[in-house]
């Protein structure tokens, strides 16, 4: 059996993935990255079809952090970024039967109407003062309900965190799912008075070059694609790993398939970063205790369908950004539309409209395995109605993600901790993916540069290094 050999072996062409390739091999670092399916990106894929831009997965995000810019900037010349359209801050949630916008300014939150006069009272309350969290980890809604009341907590809260984490407000942790936030909650009683504080104050601040939602020219996919490219040989797709084990000096990767392009290959140090449950199975016959903690994160299914109409078959104006369902909605089908051509024109034809509908999350698991026709009939009742479509679609175009989203349930972020005590002591393997540092793509990016730069510094502690590594700054790489 013949083998190939490398410094880091990265398992898994997701975004994490690619960030901690992309960063190694800028660097110098001898890495290879192994993509199971025929293209990287993981959710994160763009299909153009009949001048419709399809986002597979994530539509548009928000750049946070530093990583996310250098990431940017580095494929500058292969991607062109572009901002969401103003109408994009609209947004809306359906209550009793109709849309109703988020209010955004002090006249609207006091005279919202999707709220109860009790509930509107909540709000206002909450945000001049209420208790401070203790010591105990809460749930979403148990914070929600704490600060501002029942209705604000069942209607406004649990329709954000499900549009995010597909989850139950009821089980997700505050601290794990949004820890700036749970840190807000513990040291601050008025989050008025906090906001404007943040607000006056230019301590730790930092100019953001990329504002607001963002996308990419033809879709987010673009930029997947061109980390991807980027890595050139070193990238192999179609790579589908049979089994991992440890060998002198490091580890060795079995591929289902032997053939000419995929053997056997030996690395020093390994990055596993593929989805929580195909982690699971690799790390069982080398770190068997953690491995069972993964299995334990349950996972939350969800279909995502791209519906594109006439513009005629749609009265309804579609003037924002979309809208999204609460969880005591219960007899309303859908978790949410997104009004994707409102956000960014160019995705439809212009004499088209692009929904993006969505069902299934922790309160339908079954969508996920219901058939074609019958998601679309699910669809179409849900928004017939509502946004006046009097048409059939013109293209269709479903998506499953069975177990895609990881739920930070109530002590997540202890079994993180476990979890990464336990591959520590095995030297040279590593960990990245959306169940470790947040489930956004700027939060697998954050978590994947900082991983990235441990490895640079310690691929030059060791002495492992070639000539482009030498000749490379490891604070290229920034450390978030």
């Not at 988020?102 to 109860?116: E, R």
């Not at 909540?122 to 600060?147: D, K, N, S, W, Y």
């Not at 009683?189 to 990419?216: E, N």
């Not at 033809?218 to 991992?244: C, D, F, R, W």
């Amino acid at each position: 059996m013949t083998n190939t050999s490398t410094d880091v072996v990265v398992l898994g062409g997701g975004i994490s993935g690619l960030t901690v390739a992309w960063h190694l091999h800028k660097a110098g670092v001898d890495v290879r990255l192994l993509e199971a399916d025929s293209e990287v990106g993981g959710c994160t894929r763009t299909e153009e079809r009949d001048g419709f831009f399809l986002e597979k997965g994530p539509f548009n995000v928000l750049v946070r952090d530093p990583a996310f810019e250098e990431l940017l900037d580095g494929v500058a010349d292969d991607i062109n970024v572009i901002t969401a359209s103003s109408a994009a801050r609209k947004r809306f949630i359906y209550r009793r039967g109709a849309l109703r916008q988020v209010p955004t300014n002090p006249v609207s939150l006091a005279t919202t109407p999707l709220l109860t006069p009790g509930g509107r009272l909540g709000l206002v309350t909450g945000l001049l003062a209420a208790p401070r969290a203790g010591e105990t980890e809460e749930t979403i809604e148990q914070v929600a309900v704490r600060r501002f009341g029942r209705d604000v907590a069942d209607t406004m809260i649990s329709a954000v965190v499900s549009g995010i984490f597909a989850g139950d407000t009821r089980k997700l942790s505050l601290r794990a799912c949004f820890p700036a936030v749970a840190q807000v909650d513990r040291e601050a009683r008025s989050l008025l008075a906090y906001g404007l504080s943040r607000a006056f104050s230019t301590k730790g601040k930092r100019k953001r070059k990329y504002k607001g939602l963002i996308s990419v020219e033809g879709g987010l996919g673009m930029l997947t694609k061109a980390l991807g490219h980027a890595l050139g040989p070193n990238l192999l797709t179609n790579y589908q790993v049979e089994s991992i084990r440890e060998v002198e000096g490091g580890y060795e990767i079995i591929p289902k398939t032997q053939n000419g392009a995929n053997t056997p290959i030996r690395c020093r140090r390994l990055v596993m970063a593929p989805q929580t449950t195909v982690a699971s199975k690799l790390l069982a016959p080398i770190v068997p205790q953690a491995s069972e903690i993964l299995d334990s994160i349950e996972s939350s299914s969800l279909v995502v369908l791209n519906l594109g109409f006439r513009r005629a078959d749609v009265g309804h104006p579609l003037d924002g950004y979309g809208f999204l369902v609460p969880h005591n909605e219960r007899d309303f089908p859908l978790m949410g539309v997104l009004w994707a051509d409102s956000i960014f024109p160019h995705f439809a034809p212009g004499d088209k409209r692009l929904l993006r509908v969505f069902i299934g999350g922790a309160h339908n698991p079954e969508a996920v395995s219901r058939s074609d026709e019958d998601l679309l009939a699910t669809a179409m009742d849900g928004m017939r109605g509502l946004l006046a479509v009097s048409g059939d679609p013109v293209l269709v175009d479903i998506c499953r993600y069975k177990a895609a989203i990881p739920q930070y349930h109530i002590g997540h972020a202890e079994k993180i901790e476990r979890v990464r005590t336990l591959v520590a002591r095995k030297p040279g393997l590593h960990l990245a993916g959306n169940y470790l540092g947040g489930v956004g793509v700027n939060d697998c990016i954050k978590y994947a540069a900082k991983l990235t730069s441990e490895l640079i510094a310690e691929t030059t502690s060791t002495g492992v290094v070639n000539d482009r590594l030498r000749s490379a700054s490891v604070d290229s790489v920034p450390v978030c």
